[in-house]
């Protein structure tokens, strides 16, 4: 079992950049697909970007191509997500997730683990 912390959230202009963090706990978290997702008021928790446990293979969803970037630390057991040139539309509580099957997912219902989100405003 993993224990995921995120941060880094907070209020930034249009254009303007976070970088969220997301800690984990226990001994295996190279053993986990990680992922991104977000939640906007009324909408679904929608995939914005994974990364694979081995290979660190990365995965982004299309809005966010090119402008987020996703990456690990296997040794800290953290996972990064660094975000420029954002936009009012990435608003959301943006959520870590920990994936302990065979094959990277991009549906948040396939992520076995989950933080308790922190929340990103860009005003415009």
């Known amino acids: 079992q993993v224990q995921l912390f995120e941060s880094g959230g907070g209020l930034v202009q249009a254009g303007g950049s976070l970088r969220l963090s997301c800690a984990a706990s226990?001994?295996?978290?190279?053993?986990?697909?990680m992922g991104w997702f977000r939640q906007a008021p009324g909408e679904e928790r929608e995939f914005v970007a994974a990364i694979t446990r081995v290979h660190e293979t990365t995965y982004y969803a299309d809005p966010v191509k090119g402008r987020f970037t996703i990456s690990r630390n296997n040794a800290k057991n953290t996972v990064h997500l660094q975000m420029n040139s954002l936009k009012p539309e990435d608003t959301a509580v943006y959520y870590c997730?920990?994936?302990?099957?065979?094959?990277?997912?991009?549906?948040?219902?396939?992520?076995?683990?989950w933080g308790q989100g922190t929340q990103v405003t860009v005003s415009s």
């Open positions: 997730a920990a994936d302990k099957d065979w094959e990277v997912k991009t549906v948040a219902g396939e992520y076995d683990y």
């Open positions: 226990g001994r295996t978290f190279s053993s986990y697909h």
